[in-house]
């Protein structure tokens, strides 16, 4: 027969109420330690590594694998970081693994030919469901298969999967596509969102929402799957993004969420947090030493600029020059309000699956009221191009970029505006090897000389929607062929290319250039299947 369990703490006079907040206590510790940043589980040691640089690249460390339990780390570190013998590169060798970097013992076949090397890719890519790591790592384990970036983008990315599942449709690969909307899925009922990838350091922001889009891409055409099976999930990152949108005051932002002076209601991006990125973390240290900003303030402006996934962009800048001149949070991006028009109208659909139509008349009746409203904030009549709107200033911004292509691809410009930014696109942006980010040329990666596979693509089929085909043609073909001529050079795809030149791999940013590469592979081989 088994004992009865006994606690000495309830002896204590006010026993029941101890005891309760003694079992709280740990229920919440429990939880919260699963999702401990790494930051807070190794402080005083990652702020030593990070502004050494023991790695070159500020990702390494928090991506790395402990050998022994954390805390017994810790304590090791806290007894040997004065005596006059202590390295700390030998000591994080001694007590961490490296993550692996699964493209570097890949080598390609370029004679194969690119279609051989793309199909190749996804096995290389592609990550088994996630078993919980011994000792606590940053990483969120997720539930199914799902295809990386590559690199040192080890984990599943937000945005970047939705360009990465064009490749796997037409692959026929759409076991592993659903397998990566259904961790998307788990991620929103975990934690009420999708953070911008499975990492306990991304749990302050997501990325630009396209799992609505996903799901569309999915279910289209598809008897096996509806729309309706993602409803409450779609809902609930809904939420997410409108959180504080009740009872918020006109001229007045909370979160993700601004509402105008006449009553409208936009998004931004926002991060909750307001200290350096971890993975960045000396990068945005020493940034925040050179700008005039409130360091926290300046500090969230860059890590939302991150859940943009264009970081950094001149856009985002108050000059359009300098990255101390950071104001994301003051900028209201088209871009994401047509991704969040689209969910709106997601929710809808899903809705009228379902037979509930109140609350589908409710979301059409709000994708209704945010097309009206993006086509009167973000239509810049003097530049005859959509642009970002400051709400604070209550000005559009005068920097064109090709966010300008998302109200096309979701089919909210007029004709005349199609065409306006049509014939803008042709005349400035199309360069040899296909479309400049930005008109502005700095060392961020999201401008110009430099190129992404996602807005090539979006441009494309924007430009189509419209009928201007001979357009959309042009861009797919320059682009094809700069892929395949870096590709017959490195036997690689890249993250990003220089398409002012032929032949030219992308450059600048805060890390080296990345092969692999997810986005790259999905929408180089959509185009080609077309």
Excluded: C
């Amino acid at each position: 027969m088994s004992k009865t369990k006994t606690y000495p703490i309830l002896n204590h006079p006010l026993s029941k109420v101890v005891f309760f907040i003694f079992l709280l206590v740990n229920s919440i510790s429990a939880k919260a330690q699963k999702e401990l940043s790494p930051r807070q589980i190794y402080p005083g040691l990652f702020e030593k590594v990070q502004m050494q640089q023991i790695f070159p690249d500020g990702k390494s460390f928090v991506d790395a694998i402990p050998k022994i339990k954390p805390a017994e780390i810790l304590a090791a570190f806290q007894s040997q970081k004065n005596l006059k013998s202590f390295n700390l590169k030998s000591f994080v060798n001694e007590h961490f693994s490296m993550p692996e970097n699964h493209n570097a013992v890949y080598q390609s076949d370029i004679s194969a030919g690119i279609e051989k090397h793309l199909d190749t890719l996804w096995t290389v890519l592609k990550r088994n469901p996630d078993t919980a790591s011994k000792y606590q790592t940053s990483l969120l384990p997720l539930p199914k298969p799902y295809i990386v970036p590559g690199g040192r983008f080890r984990e599943i990315y937000y945005w970047d999967s939705y360009f990465t599942m064009l490749g796997l449709q037409k692959a026929g690969k759409t076991k592993i596509m659903k397998d990566m909307i259904d961790n998307f899925a788990y991620l929103i009922n975990k934690y009420g969102f999708i953070p911008n990838g499975n990492r306990s350091y991304y749990l302050t922001r997501s990325q630009p929402p396209f799992f609505a889009a996903m799901v569309q891409l999915l279910t289209k055409n598809n008897t096996e799957v509806k729309l309706s099976e993602y409803k409450d999930v779609l809902e609930k990152e809904y939420n997410f993004w409108m959180k504080g949108v009740d009872g918020l005051k006109s001229g007045n932002a909370v979160n993700h969420v601004v509402k105008l002076n006449d009553g409208t209601v936009l998004n931004r991006y926002y991060d909750a947090g307001n200290q350096p990125r971890e993975e960045s973390y000396r990068e945005d240290f020493e940034a925040a030493k050179l700008t005039k900003q409130e360091p926290a303030v300046f500090l969230r402006h860059v890590r939302s600029a991150a859940e943009s996934g264009w970081d950094f962009s001149s856009r985002w800048f108050a000059d359009g020059k300098n990255f101390s001149q950071i104001i994301t949070t003051d900028l209201l991006p088209v871009d994401l309000n047509t991704l969040m028009y689209n969910m709106e109208m997601a929710i809808a659909d899903a809705n009228k699956q379902a037979g509930n139509k109140a609350k589908s008349a409710l979301f059409l009746a709000k994708a209704e009221k945010r097309k009206v409203a993006i086509l009167k904030y973000f239509w810049n009549e003097k530049l005859q191009f959509f642009t970002d709107y400051n709400w604070k200033k209550k000005s559009l911004s005068n920097q064109l970029t090709l966010a300008a292509a998302f109200p096309l691809y979701f089919k909210l410009a007029t004709p005349l505006q199609a065409k306006s930014v049509s014939d803008k696109i042709e005349k400035d942006f199309l360069k040899a090897g296909g479309l400049i980010t930005t008109l502005t040329t700095t060392k961020e990666q999201w401008d110009a000389p430099n190129a992404w596979a996602p807005l090539q693509y979006m441009s494309i089929q924007g430009l189509q929607n419209y009928g201007f085909n001979k357009l959309a043609d042009e861009i797919t073909v320059r682009w094809i062929n700069q892929n395949i001529a870096v590709f017959k050079e490195t036997g690689k795809l890249m993250e990003k290319y220089n398409v002012v030149e032929t032949n030219s791999k992308g450059g600048g940013g805060e890390y080296p250039l990345q092969d692999g590469f997810g986005w790259t592979n999905g929408v180089l081989l959509k185009l080609m299947k077309k």
